[in-house]
């Protein structure tokens, strides 16, 4: 360890990665200053952060998001780039020779079952008890990728690696563990706590590298509600380096920041500033500001006090900075209550603001990740918090960022702490979709590449199982008219999770409203084919096919020829046979209309309900009057309809009378209907009016159920037919006379 802090070349991607940590997914990229940057001021709008527990919170060691992307093949996943794990280096695999023997099929089972937390800790535990160094990265790797809010592993993993002699990859396993998760005022305080350990403190250049992480830490997870342990450690570290000055700017921004032991930090700068000359511990403007500020309380003007020598304009006096051996006791003492005087008001102001948020906090009692689903009570003071900060931060808006009296600017519910509890919401609600969607349409306001970063790490990390999510983020990139990103969050959805039917229609959905039909009927195409081994979801997906040739191909024969096939597989589906009746009606009614009666016929054959080929029946009929070309064909068609009728009624009296056979239900319209007894009675001289019979929606409307949400949960429901339009059928005994 002695060398460790000697080759600090070595640590430059470390800290690199560190800075870009502290700079872009939190503010825009801070300016190189040789004073303490103030870290929310620097904040940018947004703040691409998981935030961590709290520092009351025991370390959640079972704390699993229920699904994330697959890990590099470096660390023994199946090839997909792993964000946070941290890779093995040239020569780590023959490190501790061959893997212990029970690895390989822990391994396994692990990666064969990855939402299974158990068969992880399972591995884990194995590799620690053996003490293997590769098989404990390999195994921390992967499963920090698939669990990346687990912090405490994080430190598991920087431990080893220290232990290891390894300084530099525990450093960079911290780095790693804070973009996964730059809350974690736990996993900053170990990282820091490392610096502070393993650095060699005789070279300058080790005192910037702390002072910069506690910068990036600050900025990261300084307004994090309970980052108290943080400031403190901070204060305390720049007073052991002596710099008195950088202690204050501190002090300045915590004072600033609502926090819950806000209290303690007001009461260590009282006792810090009693303990020292302003002159120490304040910048030279501040100090001369605060030198004029007495001169004005004790009513001192600006001409020159006797015997001393008038000076040219802008020159100090010499009670500036350089003298203050001139001032007395008295002058330092109220010096020391002006300047308290003004942090009164500020923390006055932050106790306020304190005051706002200490039900909300109080009413979190789960703040860390958890598979363990959360009550309602939780869920709903998350919403409540969320909900009250954001209509802080619209007040704010309106009413314009609150001051004090010096012209600084007061943090009340601005949009910086929104985002910040936004994350650390996201922490203990990771698997709740209700929760990512609010913050998107949140986001979405201010920046979409803002709203695009959640939708990205939701769907590829924390929600990758859930392809509703998935579903929102394609339509929000199609929405901005990213058309190409939303083909792809479609298509990796539908390779994650083959078979879902919902998928592969918005997939050619969005190439349909791109004016890519010829790829949107080959992608139906493409499900009809793989779909030929489930009979049912291979008619769904005919009809769509269909329905696409037939109202946007203007292909009717095409349309035809995919419902045929599907019917010669799967024949006892009405909806099939539906749907090819209303192509067939719709057909040009000055041919043969043959296409009809044969549609009718096929479906009477078909091993249908009696129910449904009473339907199509009486469709036949209907059309038959409304289009036959003679009134031979309309008898004809007649007489085979009554024939159904009676065969129906007999099955139905059978059934009855206690036949073995399962009733079928007739609809009510029978009930209601005029075909059970012909009526004898002398035709009226005109006929009729008929009751209008709207067409069925078949190849018009969506067969599979409801529209909203694309959910077609209705498609494997029983139809109810008589929503078809049939339940008032024409009195046709009123025609003809009955067979």
């Known amino acids: 360890m002695a060398a460790e802090g000697s080759d600090m070349s070595s640590n430059g ?89 029970d690895f390989e099929r822990l391994w ?61 990859r525990a450093q960079e396993v911290c780095v790693r563990g804070l973009k996964a998760i730059p809350l974690s005022l736990d996993l900053w305080i170990h990282y820091i706590t490392l610096l502070q350990d393993t650095l060699n403190m005789n070279l300058p250049e080790s005192t910037q590298r702390i002072r910069s992480a506690f910068e990036s830490a600050v900025l990261a997870a300084g307004m994090e509600f309970h980052s108290d342990r943080l400031w403190e450690m901070y204060t305390e570290w720049e007073r052991e380096q002596g710099d008195l000055r950088a202690v204050t700017a501190v002090y300045e921004k915590v004072l600033r920041t609502p926090t819950q032991l806000y209290a303690g930090h007001f009461e260590r700068f009282k ?4 303990a020292h000359h302003p002159r ?103 919403h409540s918090y969320l909900d009250w900060e954001m209509g802080e931060a619209a007040l704010e808006v309106q009413e314009g960022a609150a001051e004090d009296q010096e012209g600084a600017s007061v943090s009340r519910g601005s949009r910086k702490r929104v985002l910040v509890l ?42 990758s199982h ?70 049912s979801l291979h008619a769904f997906y005919s009809i769509k096919l269909a329905r696409l040739l037939l109202k946007l191909g203007k292909n009717a024969a095409k349309a035809k020829t995919v419902l045929l096939e599907a019917i010669e597989l799967c024949p006892d589906n009405s909806k099939l046979h539906l749907n090819l009746l209303e192509l067939e009606v719709a057909a040009d009614v000055r041919g043969s209309g043959t296409g009809v009666q044969q549609c009718v016929s096929r479906a009477l054959s078909a091993p249908l309900s009696p129910r ?64 059970s007894t012909p009526s004898m009675a002398t035709p009226p001289v005109a006929p009729p009016v008929p009751m209008t019979t709207p067409p069925p929606p078949m190849m018009g409307g969506d067969m599979s159920g409801s529209h909203s949400a694309y959910g077609y949960g209705g498609w494997y429901q029983q139809q109810q037919y008589g929503g078809y339009g049939y339940q008032n059928p024409w009195n046709y005994n009123q025609y003809y006379p009955p067979s």
């Open 13 to 101: 991607d470390v800290d690199s990665e560190l800075e870009t940590l502290a700079a872009e997914p939190l503010p825009e990229t801070l300016e190189p200053s040789d004073e303490i940057p103030e870290p929310f001021a620097e904040v940018p709008e947004h703040v691409a952060i998981i935030p961590q527990p709290m520092a009351e919170a025991p370390e959640p060691m079972a704390e699993v998001p229920a699904a994330v992307p697959e890990t590099s093949e470096e660390n023994g996943g199946s090839g997909t780039t792993a964000p946070y794990a941290v890779p093995l280096e040239e020569g780590d695999e023959d490190e501790d020779g061959e893997l212990p023997v």
């Open 108 to 168: 396994r089972v692990a990666h064969d079952n990855p939402q299974e937390f158990s068969s992880w800790t399972e591995l884990l535990q194995y590799c620690e008890q053996e003490g293997h160094m590769t098989a404990s990265r390999r195994a921390l790797g992967a499963f920090l990728t698939r669990y990346p809010l687990c912090y405490g592993y994080w430190k598991k993993y920087a431990d080893l690696e220290r232990r290891a002699g390894n300084t530099n």
């Open 271 to 274: 006792a810090f500033l009693s």
């Open 280 to 382: 120490d511990i304040l910048s030279t403007e501040e100090f001369k500001r605060l030198h004029l500020e007495l001169q004005q309380s004790q009513g001192e003007g600006t001409t020159p006090a006797e015997g001393e020598e008038e000076r040219p304009p802008g020159e100090d006096c010499p009670s500036d900075a350089a003298s203050g051996h001139q001032y007395t006791e008295e002058q330092v003492q109220k010096m020391q209550e002006l300047l308290l005087a003004s942090r009164q008001k500020v923390y006055q102001q932050t106790e306020m603001e304190v005051g706002k948020r200490w039900n909300f906090e109080e009413a979190i009692k789960r703040p860390y990740f958890h598979v363990k689903p959360l009550d309602r009570a939780q869920l709903k003071a998350w």
């Open 422 to 463: 936004f994350e650390r919401c996201l922490i203990a609600c990771a698997l709740y979709e209700e929760f990512w969607t609010k913050y998107v349409q949140y986001l979405e306001q201010h920046s979409v590449e803002e709203a695009r970063s959640v939708y990205r790490r939701a769907c590829e990390i924390h929600l």
């Open 466 to 535: 859930k392809h509703s999510m998935h579903l929102q983020w394609a339509t929000f990139e199609e929405r901005h008219g990213n058309i190409t990103e939303a083909g792809r969050v479609l298509e990796n959805l539908e390779q994650t999770m083959p078979g879902l039917a919902m998928v592969r229609l918005r997939r050619a959905g969005l190439e349909r409203r791109t004016g890519r039909l010829d790829q949107a009927e080959a992608l139906l195409r493409e499900a009809v084919q793989q779909s030929k081994d489930s009979p």
């Open 612 to 675: 449904t080929k009473l339907l199509f029946s009486q469709r036949g009929l209907q059309f038959a009057e409304d289009f036959g070309s003679s009134v031979q064909s309309v008898l004809t068609v007649y007489d085979e309809h009554q024939k159904l009728l009676k065969e129906t009624g007999n099955k139905k009296r059978s059934a009855e009378n206690g036949s073995s056979e399962e009733p079928e239900k007739i609809s009510k319209m029978e009930d209601n209907s005029a075909m």
